[in-house]
């Protein structure tokens, strides 16, 4: 049930089924040693499985991948070659000429409040996240791979999710990281951690990061969901919308964003089919102006987001998203339940 459908579809019995499974199968692993076989099936049973709660409110699965993957470290004590992800430091934030959007340091929540959130307007937000830890850690490769390096992710291949060539695989993150980052070559073929609960996967990678306040302006009681982008320069994410509200926070690197309002949503096709009923059918890059001739009518705002930068993309705002360097980001989508009550 798990392979044949779609994993949200699944019955809730069915899946803390798989994650008890698991869990008994990983005490066996134990006796013969091998953690990191046990590792890779705690993962399997976070990313397909339900939560198993213990009396003291953890989730037995990732609790335990966390204490074996902290003893795995600790035994290997591996020199790893360290190579830090680029960081462009540029002068001033960018934004093309006669783009509405605008670039403000650290508003305050009223500010914020009422002059882009109540009006659907796009903005740029500088200083926001200075204080997260991981605009430090995350620049460091090494990081990743002696800390997380054996755990279990998946991995979108290809070059969009529009494309026939796109695929999904699990692998482990240090693979992931040595093929993109370190062993790179011009022939290798771009993968992508895209869209990917990892801070919920990983917990310790939490502490890292800081929700910001802004994601709780409706209510505090506002559930996030927090999602990271982890990919080589080249990434692409298709024109598409959200929706709900999006702070797409620029930890490493640098992203170029191509932002069209909600208004010009007739003009940029997109897809019938519910799947990718949020998608444009348009590749931004090389518009075909003979199928999709509406789309040239429309005034693209487009932004450098660089380190340390956030950008609220109101509902229903077009984005096409391009990192032009190695780069992490972290998405936080809220809904907005008091306008809806």
Not at 15 to 42: M, P
Not at 154 to 161: D, F, H, Q, T, V
Not at 224 to 243: A, I, N, Q, R, Y
Request: net charge negative; proline share 4%.
């Amino acid at each position: 049930m798990l392979h044949i459908g779609h994993w949200k579809d699944v019955d809730i019995k069915q899946r803390i089924v798989y994650s008890l499974a698991t869990f008994l199968e990983v005490c066996l692993l134990l006796q013969k040693g091998n953690l990191i076989e046990c590792l890779k099936e705690l993962d399997a049973g976070i990313l397909l499985g339900a939560p198993l709660m213990s009396e003291d409110g953890q989730d037995i699965l990732r609790k335990s991948a966390s204490l074996i993957s902290e003893e795995i470290s600790r035994r290997e004590e591996v020199g790893v070659i360290l190579m830090s992800l680029e960081i462009e430091m540029t002068r001033k934030h960018e934004v093309s000429v006669g783009s509405e959007v605008d670039v403000l340091d650290l508003p305050s929540m009223q500010e914020f409040r009422e002059r882009f959130y109540a009006t659907g307007k796009t903005a740029i937000l500088q200083n926001c996240i200075d204080h997260w830890p991981a605009k430090e850690k995350w620049t460091d490769l090494g990081y990743f791979i002696r800390h997380f390096g054996h755990r279990t992710v998946p991995i979108e291949i290809g070059s969009k999710y529009t494309e026939s060539n796109w695929g999904q695989k699990l692998v482990p993150l240090k693979d992931f990281i040595e093929r993109q980052f370190i062993g790179k070559h011009e022939d290798t073929v771009i993968e992508y951690l895209a869209q990917h609960d990892l801070l919920d996967q990983i917990p310790e990678l939490k502490e890292d990061i800081r929700i910001p306040d802004y994601c709780h302006i409706g209510s505090p009681e506002t559930e996030v969901e927090v999602k990271m982008w982890f990919g080589p320069c080249g990434t692409v994410s298709p024109l598409h919308f959200d929706k709900k509200h999006n702070l797409l926070a620029q930890v490493v690197g640098r992203k170029r964003i191509l932002l069209a309002h909600p208004q010009d949503s007739d003009a940029v096709y997109p897809y019938s089919g519910e799947m990718l009923s949020n998608t444009s059918q348009v590749d931004l890059e090389s518009i075909d102006e003979a199928r999709f001739p509406r789309t040239k009518q429309i005034s693209f705002c487009e932004v450098f987001l660089k380190s340390g930068e956030v950008l609220y993309i109101p509902p229903g705002w077009w984005h096409h998203v391009r990192a032009i360097s190695n780069s992490i980001s972290i998405s936080f989508w809220w809904e907005d339940k008091s306008a809806k009550d």
